[in-house]
């Protein structure tokens, strides 16, 4: 039984393992448009000004949040390993897809499609890592999981350099091909987790769409969850599309280490956060079972500093400084999201209940997206945009202290 117990253990670290280069691929495959906005514009005359490159950003958003429910429901009901794997495998034929794009509307075409098939993942591997990691382990493994998205967004960065050596197509082409390779090498490797029970497993095939909505919109403390989940999340979109843009305007920077520095130093500053918090969080719980919910709010009320601290400094050194603090603070709020939605939902409906917390915070960063492509059309200051975002993410660090965690065995299963 030891033994047994044993290799699930070490398979559910596996999993983790198995994951990271996922989410490594699906943030810089999207994150590599905003690094290299001054290629794209300068290679195709159609898209006409920065509201629609705001727009070509935005597209892409939108349709991955009003589809995340649905990726979520999806691996609910049938399979979390097989929604993974078809998932990866279209969005990496996609970004290839992207790199062959003449025109504004087949880019946005391109970033329609790479929405459709991204919606798929996040709810589903979030679930997946929770059903193997129970308890103890769930926040330091979804964390470990999270510091794949920030190496993915930091290595956005590195398109710039190669759209100023080589090509910006190139950075498409290579990375795309990348991901159907391992969506191949995933079909070998990634599994279920086993079902506790016969039961069990006949519960979640059974489960429809309505029961699930029932069940988790019934409960005030997801409402609140989702509120909390987007005022945060309306800086964090405005920092991936347009914080390259914002540091080159503001301090002269040419395209390759503007994206370099707004990706690098937020997201590898957020790699350490994310694993911190994962494990400040899971030793807060063996205290209290709202452990995650302090945690997540510690980190949210360092966004409150760092963010004016980016909108509003003098030199680049002090920007800097203010990008690792918001990492860190973001990390801390990234990686206890699912763990927190697994004190309200149970298990047969959290990846349709994450989904549906991407549909409302997404939404609302696509608009945000194109608010500030517009603000940047008209002559209005960044930094204005920066001084709300610190107002209204000090409001969701309050807000999620009125959540209380449901007790019995949520957080076990």
Known sequence: MNR?????????????????????????????????????????????????????MAVFMWVYAFLSPVGGYIADRFNRRWTIIASLF?????TWLTGQAQTYSQMLTCRGLMGVSEAFYIPAALALIADFHTGGTRAKAIGIHQTGIYAGLALGGIGGYIAQTSSWRNCFTWFGAAGVIYAVVLMLTL?????????????????????????????PAFWI?????????????????????????????????????????????????????GVVADGWMRRTNRGRIYTSALGVLLLVPALLGIGYAWNLGVVIAAMIAFGIGWGF???????????????????????????????????????????????VKFSVAFAVSAAVALLSAGLILLIKPNTGNLERS
């Open 225 to 277: 969850l989702v509120v909390y989940f987007t005022l945060p999340a309306i800086a964090g979109w405005a920092n991936k599309n347009w914080l390259p843009t914002f540091l080159a305007d503001t301090f002269k920077l040419t395209q390759g280490p503007a994206g370099l520095a707004a990706t690098g130093y937020i997201q590898l500053a957020s790699l350490g956060g994310v694993f911190l918090g």
């Open 333 to 379: 709020y990234d990686c206890n999201n699912m763990p927190i939605l697994c004190q309200i939902a149970r298990p047969e409906h959290r990846a349709t209940g994450y989904g549906f917390m991407n549909l409302v915070s997404i939404s609302v960063g696509a608009g945000a997206t194109v608010a500030l492509g517009w603000m940047r059309d008209h002559g």
């Open 4 to 56: 047994g117990a044993q290799k699930i253990s070490a398979y559910a670290w596996a999993v983790v393992a198995l994951l990271w280069p996922v989410a490594m691929l699906n943030y810089l495959d999207r994150q590599m448009v905003s690094t290299i906005r001054a290629s794209i514009r300068a290679d195709i005359p159609s898209i006409a000004n920065d509201q629609d490159f705001g727009t070509l």
């Open 191 to 219: 599994k279920d987790a086993p079902a506790e029970d016969q039961s069990a497993a006949e519960k979640k095939k059974s489960v429809a769409i309505w029961e699930t909505i029932r069940a988790l919109w019934s409960q």
């Open 90 to 94: 279209v969005w990496s034929a996609v």
